[in-house]
């Protein structure tokens, strides 16, 4: 439980930001943790499934991450080491906003190395590095219906869903096709998880969807804003949509990284100058700086060297 | 040379100490205290405490206080301070009969039992600047027109007596529905502990509707006035005052009252054209806020009879009438945080666009060429 005096530590002087005493570990009270536990094992056992839970309003703005906090916040115990992700980087503002959270309200150690993390909580991109079995990945997700744009209605989505009536979405894709030759989707595209449920697997790029197919790290999602929790339990088939004759494709770059040189990562574009300089770096900055230290002291920092 | 974005956390400590001096302004001006915003602000404290679902004025006042006047920060910061509270019990419904009225307005009776009773309201005032308060005028020096009026503390504004709604004096006559509660009268659900589900019974929409944004039940209200799903309002009655809020713990197996909270409430009455099985009559919209909240109040109670259209066998045409429309936009927080989160990086969506895009692009020049070339 909060109480007042703690909300002036909260944005007061930053001194005085460095722990929050008052509140329950990882901030949300234990009957809310049981209650979001409940819906996340309800969603384990139906796997692509949005249970409906009581998203709880989170001290950060819905939008932002809030499902995927409480989704951490239940499943996270004193000897979880954490990892904060936002598009694929530990530094961005709002990644380092959550680790600060989790810091301070549950204490426990955090870390920027995949293979370290037995929590990730992950915005829009999948490391690079292949996670392991006993991993837990966390996506925050935007919006879980992945029809949606389709059909606002959730009470007729809910009916499809039920159904299994995928028609709407197939006729898009189709669309596509038949207007542009090829599915013009590049993220945030759908899946049909262990043949039964289309899910959207969260704003990431299309590049990272072939790694959540039988993927031995359990996948959970949480929506806040829209009070949604799915999962992939570990080793489930996640198919990417796609037709015989149009088969799923990821996207590729004609370069490489040019800090790490690394050909198989998601590369951002960077603009270097104002007269249209640019250069791609790796997304993954975890990846990105193991492959720079590697290169700089072979044959240190050897890959898998630390599993929990 | 590109260098990794880094130092994320020391911006975020920075960007506080900037926002404290920023809400602090000239430290030659005396500080904000929180009663002053109580007292003073009366009104935006009312606004924060009904969409932050909340009655504590102290709190709503330093919510405002913190967040700069921002009333939709104000009531992020309250929401996010009441979601963990613990659940102590529910109360009595509130008997809004027996309230103490500071200002009670019937739009449909001329007179009626209780009287008329203008109280404290923006309604007559004539719009123009009151330079006097520039210039921190005290109360003493009241302007001319007002200042041979007696004390209104001496004058009582209302007697304590019930005073009967008007929709219950139309009852009388049978002219408007009923509301008897549902068999074994069932607990509502509480949005704040179980998400939304549609369709949403009406105890669920005048919740979701009591918190929601003010500005935006005003939009929708305003366009059932115009066309979009017209519902011929009148209002009933608006009544502010204080109301007894009241307990029956199981051990005592009677009503205890526990204080006294100022709310607005609002009766629409509706005409109603009949149906095959009913002959015409009036119907009801319903608003209830904390404080003094007419404009929400009405708000409410105008899209509340709007949301009714499936229920009473009218065709869904308008916004206002559509449950998920209305229900699922309605919250302040909701909007805020997702609107407000396209601030968030979205390189690699970007990324993703750009290449798409560009093959777009690429392939509608080749097909411009060799459109060309064949001509």
Do not use: G, H, I
């Given at each position: 439980m909060n109480a007042p005096s703690e909300w002036s530590a909260w944005?007061?002087?930053?001194?005085?930001?460095?722990?929050?005493?008052?509140?329950?570990f990882a901030y949300l009270d234990e009957r809310t943790k049981r209650m979001i536990r409940r819906a996340i094992l309800k969603a384990v056992a139906i796997p692509g499934y949005q249970v409906p839970f009581g998203s709880r309003e989170m001290p950060l703005p819905y939008g932002w991450g809030t499902g995927g906090i409480q989704v951490t916040a239940s499943v996270i115990g004193p000897q979880d080491v954490l990892k904060v992700i936002d598009q694929g980087s530990d530094d961005t503002v709002n990644a380092v906003n959550i680790r600060r959270f989790f810091e301070r309200t549950a204490g426990v150690d955090t870390t920027t190395r995949t293979h370290e993390a037995t929590l990730i909580q992950t915005r829009h991109r999948i490391p690079e590095k292949p996670l392991t079995e006993g991993q837990i990945i966390v996506y925050q997700v935007p919006?879980?219906?992945?029809?949606q744009r389709l059909e606002p209605r959730e009470t007729e989505t809910r009916t499809l869903h039920g159904l299994a009536e995928y028609g709407l979405m197939h006729v898009k894709l189709y669309e596509d096709i038949a207007r542009y030759g090829h599915i013009a989707t590049t993220y945030d595209y759908p899946v049909m998880v262990n043949q039964r449920y289309i899910m959207s697997p969260s704003p990431i790029p299309k590049f990272d969807n072939p790694k959540m197919n039988m993927n031995p790290a359990l996948q959970l999602f949480g929506a806040g804003r829209e009070k949604r929790i799915y999962a992939v339990p570990p080793y489930t088939a996640v198919e990417s949509l796609a037709f015989d004759d149009h088969p799923f494709e990821v996207q590729k770059w004609h370069a490489s990284c040019s800090l790490c040189g690394a050909t198989d990562s998601f590369l951002d574009e960077v603009i270097t100058d104002d007269a249209g300089g640019r250069m791609h770096v790796c997304s993954d900055s975890d990846y990105c700086q193991t492959r720079q230290d590697e290169a700089d002291s072979l044959p240190r920092n050897a890959p898998g060297a630390v599993a929990s | 040379m590109y260098v990794a974005v880094k130092g994320g956390e020391t911006a975020i400590l920075n960007s506080y100490k900037l926002l404290a001096e920023q809400r602090r302004g000239d430290t030659a001006q005396p500080e904000l205290s929180v009663p002053q915003i109580c007292q003073q602000l009366k009104l935006s404290v009312d606004r924060v405490m009904t969409e932050g679902s909340v009655y504590d004025p102290e709190l709503a006042a330093l919510a405002i206080k913190q967040a700069s006047g921002d009333l939709v920060e104000a009531i992020f910061l309250l929401r996010a301070y009441r979601a963990t509270l613990p659940r102590l019990g529910s109360t009595c419904p509130l008997n809004t009969s027996s309230m103490q009225l500071d200002r009670r307005i019937s739009a449909t009776f001329k007179d009626l039992p209780g009287g008329q009773v203008l109280g404290p309201t923006y309604d007559y005032t004539q719009r123009l600047l009151d330079f006097s308060l520039l210039a921190n005028a005290q109360i003493l020096d009241k302007p001319p027109e007002i200042a041979d009026l007696p004390d209104t503390d001496a004058a009582p504004i209302s007697e304590p007596e019930a005073v009967p709604r008007v929709v219950d004096l139309l009852n009388q006559e049978g002219l408007i529905e009923t509301f008897a509660p549902p068999a074994g009268d069932p607990t509502p659900s509480d949005l704040t502990r179980e998400p939304m589900r549609f369709p949403a019974d009406r105890a669920t929409r005048l919740q979701n509707l009591a918190r929601g944004d003010e500005g935006f039940l005003l939009a929708m209200a305003y366009s059932t006035q115009r066309g979009y799903s017209h519902t011929h309002p009148f209002v009933g009655e608006v009544r502010l005052g204080q109301v007894a809020v009241e307990i029956a713990p199981e051990e005592l197996g009677f009503a205890i009252s526990i204080g006294d909270i100022e709310i607005t409430e609002c009766e629409m009455v509706n005409q109603f054209g009949g149906s095959k099985t009913e002959p015409p009559k009036f119907t009801r919209g319903y608003g209830l806020a904390f404080g003094h909240s007419e404009r929400k109040a009405m708000a409410m109670s105008l899209v509340d009879r709007a949301l009714r259209a499936d229920e009473l066998g009218e065709a869904i045409q308008s916004p206002a009438q559509m449950q998920e429309f209305v229900l699922s936009h309605s919250d302040s927080l909701e909007a805020s945080g997702f609107v407000q989160h396209l601030k968030l990086p979205h390189y690699v969506d970007f990324q993703s666009e750009l290449e798409l895009v560009r093959k777009m692009r690429a392939q509608a020049t080749n097909t411009s060429d060799q459109t060309e070339e064949a001509a």
């Open positions: 944005t007061s002087d930053a001194a005085a930001q460095n722990s929050a005493p008052d509140v329950n919006v879980p219906e992945p029809m | -």
